[in-house]
């Protein structure tokens, strides 16, 4: 059945490979930073400024690049009039082309990283001017006829419940307020700042406006889970709307506060009590009405439904990063154990929705053993992400400080050395339930035939003579 035009599949597909190649790379450099946190490999790091630019590159790539690449994939299954493709595809290859140069940056000696809020940065051109390419393949995506729903073509993209679109358009539009945030914090930012001020105050305000994209492309992904697995979307299209208009209202004044100053402390302080009170009560009430829906139909459903363990996942780590968020009291690893909840809800969402994206896209499903596997991924990372979090809390609570890697990360307490830990444990429990999805997703893009027969020829060294082209009888 055709779920989107051959263009935008083809559009699609283009994202969803570059968001999962983007945290393929991330995950490589996740599994050092668990390794130099956890006792006693804490003591062979003497380079805590080796894991500082491996953080960056990883944060950066698993949740900038794969977040908004991910939510440009989704925009491009909507198929709308004055749609451009040939501008689509300028902005997709703006995007990978700055998506290379990110740890294409780490190949260049004494670069200093700035481990700034949001988005964290690695001082020079390159790496800036890849941030840059990507951001404007953002916008050349989002600022297209597909925004607007009277534009929408009848019947497209099947795969997208119409419940979800207004959602999805909310995400869309907050990504451009980001952008227009960027921006205006650029334009009236104080000369002569060094580093970490001038990336502090670049990303703090449009960091707060892309938290809103994020959850707005999660509320998206939840319908598009449930409403298949309960027969009919739990929300009404009213409801999503209102909702999302109530996430977007703080967000459309991110431009104006930071035109108004970003180095000025209330401008600093709006954009932080926007997302702590602007966020957290239409999520819960959007959650509210999910599990609603799902109770009302529990009776004609399998609870063990991809679909659903993934939504089960993705709202059990939205709890608890608006619960650990309250409990926030200081600069200590608390605050990394409320955005990796919360991080790890919107990627539990994602990664569930690939699976059955991927037919859409012009993929074939991988073998039987893969299949069974796959079924229970989002209850193993999802799992992992939380134990995860939960070692940070514990570590925080006894007050152990956030940014500090190998040699500079001092464990005072049993209460910090247990955290970390726990902490580890759940790390390498995500990673598998993140490498049980990227074995999945890369067979998918490439057919297990297809891998064999590579393998054997370059173990052979030797590669099948061109084929002559034949008139087509047809």
Not at 35 to 46: C, D, E, G, K, Q
Not at 53 to 74: I, S, T
Not at 97 to 104: I, Q
Not at 360 to 387: D, M
Request: glycine share 10%; proline share 7%.
């Amino acid at each position: 059945m055709e779920l989107a035009g051959h263009n935008a599949r083809r559009q699609a597909g283009r994202w969803l490979a570059l968001a999962v190649a983007s945290l393929l790379v991330a995950g490589s450099f996740s599994l050092l930073l668990v390794i130099a946190r956890v006792p006693p490999f804490t003591s062979l790091v003497t380079d805590p400024q080796f894991f500082k630019r491996c953080l960056v590159v990883h944060v950066d790539l698993a949740l900038v690049v794969w977040f908004y690449a991910f939510l440009a994939a989704l925009f491009s299954l909507l198929e709308a009039r004055g749609s451009s493709p040939a501008r689509g595809a300028v902005g997709f290859g703006a995007a990978a082309l700055g998506v290379a140069a990110l740890p294409a940056t780490l190949l260049v000696p004494g670069v200093e990283p700035v481990l700034s809020n949001y988005v964290p940065a690695l001082d020079h051109p390159l790496f800036l001017a890849g941030l840059a390419l990507f951001f404007v393949g953002l916008l050349f995506t989002f600022a297209d006829a597909r925004l607007l729903p009277s534009r929408e073509l009848p019947g497209a993209a099947r795969l997208l419940p119409p419940e979800a679109r207004p959602a999805l358009r909310a995400a869309a539009l907050a990504v451009l307020l980001a952008l227009l945030t960027f921006a205006a914090s650029f334009s009236t930012m104080p000369q002569g700042l060094p580093p970490e001020g001038r990336y502090e105050l670049l990303f703090w305000g449009g960091g707060h406006v892309l938290q809103v994209a994020s959850e707005c492309a999660m509320l998206c992904v939840w319908l598009m889970l449930l409403t298949p697995a309960l027969g009919r979307s739990p929300v009404s299209r009213g409801a999503v709307v209102a909702l999302t208009a109530v996430l977007l209202l703080p967000a459309a004044a991110g431009p104006a506060l930071a035109l108004a100053g970003v180095q000025h402390g209330w401008v600093h302080g709006a954009f932080t009590q926007a997302m702590r009170w602007g966020i957290f009560p239409a999520v819960l009430v959007f959650l509210a009405l999910c599990l609603r829906g799902v109770w009302r139909a529990r009776r004609d459903v399998d609870l063990s439904n991809p679909r659903l363990l993934a939504f089960f996942a993705s709202a059990t780590l939205t709890i608890a990063g608006f619960g650990l968020g309250a409990l926030i009291t200081g600069s200590n690893t608390m605050v990394p154990a409320h955005y990796h909840a919360n991080i790890g809800a919107v990627t539990c969402a994602f990664m569930g929705v690939t699976v059955p994206m991927l037919p859409a896209l012009g993929c074939e499903w991988p073998g039987a053993r893969l299949q069974r596997a796959i079924r229970w991924q989002p209850a193993l990372f999802g799992s992992g992400q939380l134990v995860f979090a939960l070692g940070f809390a514990l570590a925080g609570s006894s007050g152990m400080a956030r940014k500090a890697f190998g040699a500079e990360q001092h464990i005072r307490t049993a209460g910090e050395w247990a955290g970390l830990v726990v902490m580890g444990v759940g790390g390498l429990v995500a990673i598998a339930g993140g490498l049980l999805f990227l074995t999945y997703v890369v067979r998918a893009f490439a057919p297990a035939r297809r891998l064999s027969k590579l393998a054997v020829l370059t173990r052979r060294r030797t590669w099948p003579k061109p084929v002559e082209s034949t008139p087509s009888r047809h």
